[in-house]
């Protein structure tokens, strides 16, 4: 039998902020361990506090499983600089409150609804049955935001590896919108240029585009797209040994070293980020074998989403969309989508009720250039990006 | 006032799935979790590790260091509960399950490029205490089964269909039907047409009006978003917020997926009426909301040891007369939407957006073409003032989330008619 051990320590401390006040504090350590094995090819996984209980369920459940594998990874992490803080293991209750006072003192004329300040530290080892033993320490700060101001409002995110978060900045961004947004108004249905900003951009692009370029969705017929097929313009880059990127590492949740795949060159598809098994399959091991949680397997997902965009284009005349809702929704294989506008503008005035729909695989043909700063947003890396004649309903 | 309370969770599931004729990830998880809170000064301080009770209170109180102006209703609780089921799923042999996916694959691989398949179980152990005395436990069960079918025609599209329930496995027993939707639906569905789009008449099937009820009404008559002045409905207690035919329940006592015995907070679950006949009756709340609203706890919620959140659990909107001809009648030009991928709505403006598995073009009264990868958004309250509602009550199961925890839930509804904002690409 061969077995594969991932083991995940997560140490937490977090704020609830309710109606402008801090509500709660809130710490857990908490332990996992995950267990794969391959039985006579057979690949059984279970999960459990218990080391123990999780390596005898993985071998029960195994008899049953026609998931094949003949081997897992050993292999020598990559070098992945800014995944750690040492100061994060240092936060306490004194800091959190501090940097609520500086949240609270960004926000002039609004009210914050809602807010949850975060501090994580996590390790993960993974062992195998092949002689693999590797570690990694990081650590994840995050402020999630809800602002309102006289029946509007506006959702804003800033996530860093350290403890420094931009809170000032991404609180009066969030007060600016919900402001816009309490005085929106309609606008007519018909074509726009439309600017998405970050965050749109990732919510957009995660559920209707990365899910074509998983190397599993590709093998399993649930992906459009083809090495060597032209889509638009656009160079796309997972690369999860982006310094101080939100989603780099030096392995992926399997021990495949970490590195850097274009997935579009320019508009054609080059490669498809993959897990141990799928690159296997496909002749590509991209070392993109994440776990959702420690209790799932892991299977293909985007790192770092690099978007690299040499064109620049500006807001002018463009509707301006800073967030969406419902991106889920999202047909991931058609790459369909018609998403409700959550926080919009358009020649400086909020926007309400518009409905923004297409394809995605034809707006990234219609992308006109980038727009402001590059930053991270989840996994998604980018500027704002502007897109030409987007059907718009209202 | 100091209190504490402490709650022990531990959870097993199965789950199976097979994808294009293999079974894939068959996976189990246990989990074991403890989670202490601790009420003082009006601030709350939360601990969630595998440690004794002693230690962990310690660890809780030494996070609820500052001063606010949290309270909690007094209330002492006490019962035990254990779900009696026909056929305990846990006694149901691994290879019977394995067996009913591969036979519901079956049925549809005839008409799809790729399948899955999933099936799972979950057994959730409960127990809870807190300084005014209560002591609760209960075990639940949960099964279910998905289809998914990824088709080509036209189009690449995918149909799924569900069935979750709280109960044993003999709620699986009628399972086949469910893949018999899909092999019946999928193969019209991948040479579908657009959808028409701008502000038209709609019919919603009884899934996709669920998700209505529970994504555009429900998440904002959750009292801590009225707390917190994100939700349309805040101050409208007594007031008439929809039309005279809505009455909208809801009820964690009744077996559907968000069945619950007891909330996190140990309280009894029972039905509460939010809208009775257009008239908001009540928000939804935890201890400290009831507290500070003056309202009833008993839908406190956490994912795991999570805090407990103010949540949903079998939501839905309570039949009248229309019978479905009428509706379609009534409607005369419009679409007929039906399933659900899910939606979003945002409490504080009442805007939600959905989107539906697929529809038909309705002229003059009648049903016409399939469309396809269509989506509805609106303003609640606006749907809400003009809607006609069917006789055909249907529950449908999901997870619903908030503040990064899931819960299981279950959304009811008839068919409705009503006017909203319908796009496609």
Redesign the interface.
């Known amino acids: 039998m061969d077995w594969e051990i991932y083991k995940i320590e997560n140490r937490e401390l977090s704020a609830e902020i309710e109606s402008g006040r801090i509500k709660l504090i809130k710490s857990l350590v908490t332990e996992g361990f995950a267990a794969r094995v391959i039985l006579n090819g057979r690949v059984g996984f279970a999960s459990s506090t218990s080391e123990k209980e999780a390596l005898e369920l993985a071998q029960k459940i195994a008899r049953i499983s026609e998931d094949k594998l003949e081997d897992f990874p050993v292999e020598k992490p990559t070098k992945v600089d800014g995944i750690y803080f040492k100061e994060v293991e240092e936060v306490n209750s004194d800091f959190i409150k501090d940097q609520f006072e500086i949240l609270i003192s960004s926000i002039e004329r609004s009210k914050v609804a809602s807010a949850i300040l975060s501090y994580e530290v996590t390790s993960v080892s993974i062992k195998n049955s092949y002689g693999l033993d590797c570690h990694e320490r990081s650590t994840y700060s995050s402020m999630l935001l809800e602002v309102v101001h006289n029946g509007g409002s506006a959702y804003q995110i800033c996530e860093g590896r350290s403890s420094k978060l931009n809170i000032e900045e991404t609180a009066k961004k969030a007060e600016r919108l919900a402001i816009i947004s309490s005085k929106s108004k309609k606008i007519e249905s018909g074509l726009y240029d439309v600017v998405l900003m970050p965050l749109a951009v990732h919510q957009l692009f995660f559920y209707s585009l990365y899910p074509s370029f998983s190397a599993e969705n590709v093998s399993k017929g649930r992906s459009q797209l083809a090495k060597g097929k032209k889509i638009g313009e656009l160079t796309l880059v997972d690369d999860p040994t982006l310094p101080n990127g939100l989603m780099s590492c030096s392995f992926d949740d399997e021990g495949v070293a970490s590195k850097r795949t274009i997935l579009l060159d320019r508009g054609i598809v080059k490669s498809f980020y993959s897990d141990w098994k799928y690159g296997k399959i496909l002749g590509e091991i991209t070392g993109n074998g994440f776990r959702e949680e420690c209790s799932m397997p892991p299977s293909p997902s985007p790192s770092n989403v690099l978007f690299d965009v040499r064109t620049k284009s500006d807001l002018d005349g463009a509707l301006v969309i800073h967030s969406l809702i419902g991106a889920h929704t999202s047909n991931p294989i058609s790459g369909e989508f018609s998403l409700e506008c959550l926080n919009a503008e358009f020649n400086g005035d909020g926007i309400k009720g518009a409905m923004i729909y297409g394809n995605i695989f034809g707006l990234v043909k219609n992308l006109e250039g980038s727009v402001g700063e590059v930053e991270q947003v989840e996994n998604t890396v980018t500027a704002g990006l502007r897109f030409r004649r987007v059907r718009v309903v209202s | 006032m100091e209190f504490f309370d402490i709650r022990k969770i531990q959870t097993r599931?199965?789950s199976?799935q097979i994808?294009?004729g293999?079974?894939?990830?068959?996976?189990?998880?246990?989990?074991?979790i403890k989670s202490f809170r601790v009420l003082k000064n009006g601030?709350?301080?939360?601990?969630?590790?595998?440690v004794g009770e002693k230690e962990g209170l310690e660890?809780a109180k030494r996070?609820?260091?500052?001063r606010?102006?949290?309270d909690v209703i007094e209330l002492r609780s006490e019962g035990s509960y254990v779900m009696k089921v026909k056929e305990n799923p846990l006694d149901v042999p691994?290879?019977e399950k394995?067996s009913l996916i591969r036979d519901l694959e079956d049925v549809i691989k005839d008409v799809c490029?790729?399948t899955k398949v999933t099936y799972f179980d979950n057994v959730r152990e409960f127990h809870y205490k807190d300084s005014f005395g209560s002591d609760v436990n209960y075990t639940v069960y949960r099964v279910g089964i998905s289809v998914i079918g990824?088709g080509?025609g036209r189009?690449?599209?995918?149909y799924s269909q569900r069935l979750m329930r709280a109960g044993g496995f003999e709620v699986l027993r009628d399972a086949t039907k469910v893949a018999e939707e899909v092999k019946k639906i999928l193969p019209k569905l991948v040479d579908a047409k657009s959808p028409p789009?701008?502000k038209i008449n709609v019919i919603m099937d009884q899934r996709l009006a669920g998700v209505f009820v529970h994504e555009a009404f429900g998440h904002a008559v959750e009292a801590?978003h009225v707390?917190?002045?994100?939700s349309?409905l805040s101050d409208r207690i007594g007031e008439a917020v929809a039309s005279k035919e809505v009455t909208i329940v809801d009820d964690p006592s009744i077996h559907q997926f968000g069945f619950c015995p007891f909330d996190d907070e140990g309280v009894k679950t029972r039905e509460r009426v939010i809208v009775d006949q257009g008239i908001l009756k009540s928000f939804l709340h935890t201890r400290e909301t009831a507290k500070k609203l003056k309202g009833e706890p008993g839908n406190a919620r956490a994912q795991g040891?999570e805090?407990p959140i103010v949540r949903m659990s079998n939501t839905y909107l309570k039949p009248r007369d229309y019978k479905f001809d009428e509706l379609l009648e009534a409607c005369k030009s419009g679409v007929y939407l039906i399933g659900s991928?899910?939606?979003?709505?945002?409490p504080?403006?009442g805007?939600?957006?959905?989107?539906a598995q697929f529809g038909y073009k309705i002229s003059n009264g009648e049903i016409s073409e399939m469309i396809?990868?269509?989506?509805l958004?609106?303003?609640t309250l606006d749907v809400l003032r003009e809607i006609k509602i069917g006789e055909d009550l249907k529950f449908d199961p999901g997870f619903c989330g908030k503040?990064s925890q899931h819960v299981p839930v279950s959304d009811g509804a008839p068919h409705v008619l009503c006017r909203a904002?319908?796009?496609?690409?």
């Open positions: 599931t199965l199976i994808e294009n293999a079974i894939e990830k068959p996976r189990y998880e246990c989990s074991s601030f709350w301080g939360l601990f969630q590790g595998n660890m996070n609820a260091i500052f606010s102006d949290s691994i290879e394995a490029v790729s990824v080509k189009t690449l599209q995918f789009s701008g801590d707390i917190q002045g994100s349309v040891g805090f991928r899910g939606g979003e709505t945002n504080a403006t805007f939600f957006h959905f989107n396809r990868d269509v989506s958004s609106g303003n503040s904002i319908v796009g496609g690409a």
